[in-house]
């Protein structure tokens, strides 16, 4: 807030994902019972509360991305330049 900057997340959808694992022997409980959904709402109201701007960017090939562009360049972990991408998606910028 105090550096006027939005905060960008991706905008993931776990609802499909969800309904495939219904049919499926749970291998995954960790996906089933992940509260997303709860926890964006959360910090989206806390944002809101704090007059901080939230923007949803596509998480179509985020870590892909990030790690064939930037794990050499920045020598960060797959993770961090994921992270990049989506910081840089919500700039605006295009890979």
Do not use: W
Not at 52 to 66: A, E, L, Q, Y
């Amino acid at each position: 807030k105090s550096k006027k900057k939005s905060l960008v997340v991706e905008d993931l959808n776990f609802k499909q994902l969800k309904t495939r694992m219904l049919y499926r022997p749970k291998k995954n409980k960790a996906l089933s019972s992940f509260a997303y959904k709860k926890i964006l709402e959360k910090v989206e109201r806390k944002c809101l509360m704090n007059e901080v701007d939230v923007i949803k960017v596509d998480p179509k090939n985020t870590s892909k991305i990030g790690k064939e562009k930037y794990t050499k360049i920045k020598g960060l972990s797959v993770h961090y330049c994921a992270a990049y991408v989506i910081n840089r998606r919500g700039m605006g910028f295009v890979h």
